[in-house]
């Protein structure tokens, strides 16, 4: 049984999709005004782990994440530059792409653009006040959440400072500052618009989100992720206005992952301590210990971020791949123990029993290094062979699917030159030229390959850097 906390329960609970067949997973998605930081991606990783997961157990996802290509923030950065918005976004729409890549995150099935959805959310907001839940005033048109008595369900907030006719036009508010929210805001000189049967302007943050998802996923879907400080007024302004519209249930099961620090403190350039992540890759960091960096902590928690930190990441993602180089290039003998089978497939359940619970990412990574310091001590004792790596490996690989932090594989081929020192070598051996023999051995050693004879003839293998020859 797979179990979530749910933000909108206030518990954990368990999880069951609407259909069998395929989870419908919405994800908040960048605002595409600058360059992400590194907390943005403690999201996106979560995300990605959540997904992952439940491909791991046996789930199809259908993942649509949004691009908010048009709000209070992209317009002003337009502004500011002199360019176009649609300029101005593509350069951060590009850089998050190209980020997510970097950090293995898988990509969504769909990225919906706000700017390309215009009709959608003309077409909800017109809904709406046909249903008498929005309103016209100046030219924009406002939610009245006095008309949506479930108002304050997820957010938990009190509506009591809440005043007759108080309006909101900015996209974001802090959470003291309830008021009706603007869905469709009248066109402004210096900014984008659009000409529609709400007259001319542009949407709102909030009603981009429910128009796309709804569009993608449904009226009614199985889970909504985003940071919690999505939270308010963001995710329940979208149940609001999508409830609503449908009459409908919006999602049953909304998951937010918490906050991101540095050093204890939150990030702020003034402080020195804000990071995005190409500040952090041009410290020569592996993008994949980052990514091993922000899953290892439960999304519930907050994650302080310091380079130590990300120094015991490295140091701890490297186990795993010095292991998997053992098991890939010690000579080992061809029988096998069955006791090995045994703790790999005890492992792969713990694994799952851990991240069923609510994701618990500690249980499904010490049950991995336990598996592996086991299998180090039967590497030691000789207790392990070659069909026994292959299913340590397979074993790990698996877990991996989730994790997402070992390099990609790569076939490995040899240069002419050296394939060429091999079979010099072996004429050598074959004229019993020893001498040349073990002076071409010395040399291939100091090129980071090392020969092995077999009965079946020569193997070769890659060293690690620090094996070499000097």
């Not at 996923?217 to 199985?222: A, K």
Request: charged fraction near 30%.
């Amino acid at each position: 049984m797979i179990r979530f906390f749910n933000t909108l329960s206030g518990r954990v609970e368990e999880f069951k999709p609407l259909s069998p067949a395929r989870v419908g997973l919405y994800a908040c998605g960048p605002t595409v005004y600058a360059y992400p930081h590194i907390g943005n991606y403690r999201a996106y990783v979560f995300e990605d782990l959540l997904k992952r997961f439940l491909k791991f157990m046996g789930s199809a996802v259908y993942h649509v994440m949004n691009i908010t290509d048009v709000d209070d923030k992209t317009i002003k950065g337009a502004n500011s530059q002199g360019i176009s918005l649609q300029e101005y976004t593509r350069v951060y729409t590009q850089a998050f792409f190209e980020d997510i890549r970097i950090l293995n995150i898988q990509p969504a099935d769909v990225y919906p653009r706000a700017t390309e959805h215009i009709p959608e959310m003309v077409a909800l907001i017109q809904g709406l006040v046909r249903k008498g839940f929005a309103y016209e005033k100046d030219g924009s048109v406002y939610f009245s959440i006095a008309k949506f008595p479930g108002y304050g369900r997820l957010s938990k907030i009190e509506l009591g400072q809440l005043q007759p006719g108080q309006r909101g036009d900015a996209d974001e508010y802090e959470k003291e500052c309830v008021h009706d929210f603007a869905l469709w805001k009248k066109s402004k000189e210096g900014e984008p618009f659009w000409d529609t049967e709400l007259g001319p302007g542009r949407p709102g943050w909030h009603v981009e989100c429910s128009a796309m998802s709804s569009k993608y996923l449904g009226p009614t879907f199985d889970i909504h992720c985003g940071g919690v400080d999505n939270i308010f007024p963001h995710h329940e302004n979208e149940i609001a206005q999508s409830e609503a519209f449908s009459g409908r249930a919006f999602v049953t099961h909304w998951m937010h992952c918490h906050h991101l620090v540095v050093d204890g403190e939150k990030m702020s350039k003034s402080k020195g301590n804000f990071y995005t992540l190409r500040d952090v890759l041009d410290r020569n960091i592996d993008p994949l210990d980052v990514r091993f960096l922000l899953l290892s902590t439960h999304y519930r928690k907050t994650l302080n971020f310091t380079f130590e930190a990300l120094d015991q990441a490295a140091a701890a993602r490297r186990r795993i791949i010095d292991f998997l180089y053992e098991l890939e290039h010690r000579s080992l003998p061809a029988e096998s123990r069955t006791e090995w089978t045994d703790q790999v497939d005890e492992t792969l359940n713990r694994f799952r029993l851990g991240l069923s619970d609510d994701l618990n990412i500690s249980l499904a990574i010490t049950a991995m290094f336990e598996l592996i310091r086991s299998a180090n001590s039967g590497l030691a004792a000789g207790r392990l062979g070659q069909p026994d790596a292959q299913t340590l490996r397979a074993g790990l690989e698996s877990l991996d699917e989730v994790l997402g932090v070992l390099p990609a594989k790569k076939e490995v081929k040899l240069e002419d030159r050296i394939l060429n020192k091999i079979e010099e070598r072996e004429q050598a051996r074959r004229a019993k030229e020893f001498i040349r023999a073990d002076q071409i051995r010395v040399e291939l050693l100091a090129e980071g390959v090392v020969l092995e004879d077999t009965r079946d003839g020569v193997r070769w293998k890659l060293t690690k850097p620090d094996e070499r020859a000097s």
